[in-house]
């Protein structure tokens, strides 16, 4: 979805296991898996949303994530548009503002 301050927004939910809003400020930590255990039964190295978070901080946006443990977790990114800021020089912030379960991380 494009804004009209010029920020694009893509939005991606799932209706999965959902995370625990107090592990919630730790998920953007490298190599950070909330089930700790030698048996966990979900996979992966814990580098897919620090990766990602890194990439939309590079390149001006702000990722917001919000979940609720048992109901799944939307991650919004919203992202400068590039061509609607070479064209008039100026954007404003992104229109959409966290809610207050969610975590996000922005660029400085």
Do not use: C, K
Not at 38 to 59: C, D, H, K, P
Not at 61 to 84: C, I, K, Q, Y
Request: glycine share 12%; no cysteine; net charge negative.
């Amino acid at each position: 979805m494009r804004d009209a301050n010029g920020w694009i927004e893509v939005v991606i939910s799932d209706s999965g296991i959902g995370i625990p809003t107090s592990d919630l400020p730790s998920v953007f930590d490298d190599f950070r898996q909330l089930e700790g255990s030698y048996t966990r039964r979900y996979g992966g190295l814990g580098l897919g949303l620090a990766l990602a978070s890194e990439l939309v901080e590079v390149l001006g946006g702000v990722l917001h994530l919000d979940s609720n443990l048992g109901e799944g977790t939307t991650v919004r990114v919203t992202l400068p548009d590039l061509t609607a800021s070479a064209s008039n020089g100026q954007r404003s912030a992104p229109a959409s503002t966290p809610d207050v379960d969610g975590v996000e991380s922005a660029a400085a």
